[in-house]
């Protein structure tokens, strides 16, 4: 079974520096790669997503993930954090049609 | 366009008594569907998922099960918590049954056993 590792678990930054949290997974095949985010009382929703195509994927919020098959990884990265990024974040790979999560960085970004 | 619902919000049970959730899905036939367990630190726990009403698959052996008695329907169930049931449930939906599907997620409810 595929499994996810997502480093650290608690990050805390200032507004405007940069943010890059690692994800890297443990599966060979050909997979689907998310990140997820969970801002304070509200839904898990879907941050970007690679099926297939450019290994550097935009998403909403003016993020980025880069996919790098050799290092089996799939690295969050955002230039300039803002306050209402804080928020927990997850990554996740999808393969024979499960989901499989790593266990979140959760993202402190101090005013 | 889609939504999915779960209630209640917040649920608060007493060790031995039964337990069901409930999580709906509008706006879409035949989803997948997805019961996940969150807890800190942790991450999400696949608990159990269904492609077609009746159909279920269990991921961990627990003291839950699950059923789907309508397409958009799906329910969380117990006939005795225990202590460590507690935790965020979250349900979750997707459109087709293949590699190349997105789960979208409900806004999850939070169980407390005392």
Do not use: M
């Not at chain 1, 990050?11 to 689907?32: D, F, K, P, Q, W």
């Not at chain 1, 969970?38 to 099926?51: D, M």
């Not at chain 2, 329910?75 to 789960?103: H, M, N, P």
Request: some cysteine; proline content about 5%; aromatic content about 12%.
């Amino acid at each position: 079974a595929q499994s996810v590792s997502q480093h650290n678990h608690h990050v805390i930054l200032s507004e405007a520096a940069s943010l890059e949290l690692g994800c890297n997974y443990s599966y060979g095949g050909t997979v689907n790669l998310f990140w997820y985010v969970q801002y304070p009382g509200q839904h898990l929703q879907l941050l970007l997503k690679y099926f297939s195509g450019d290994p550097l994927v935009k998403g909403i919020k003016g993020f980025e993930a880069e996919f790098i098959k050799s290092k089996f990884s799939f690295n969050l990265r955002k230039p300039s954090v803002q306050w209402s990024d804080t928020a927990e974040y997850f990554c996740a790979v999808n393969a024979y049609n499960r989901l499989a999560f790593g266990k979140g960085n959760q993202v402190v970004v101090i005013p | 366009s889609q939504t999915i619902h779960q209630w209640p919000a917040t649920l608060v049970q007493p060790v031995g008594s039964p337990l069901s959730l409930e999580c709906t899905v509008e706006g879409t036939s035949n989803p997948n569907l997805y019961w996940y367990r969150q807890a800190a630190g942790r991450g999400l726990q696949l608990l159990f998922y269904s492609v077609g009403i009746g159909q279920i698959s269990s991921e961990v052996p627990q003291n839950l099960s699950a059923s789907r008695p309508q397409d958009r329907q799906f329910i969380l169930s117990s006939k005795k918590l225990l202590l460590s049931d507690s935790g965020f449930y979250l349900c979750a939906w997707s459109k087709l049954a293949v590699r190349q599907e997105t789960q979208y997620f409900g806004p999850g409810t939070r169980l407390l056993v005392l």
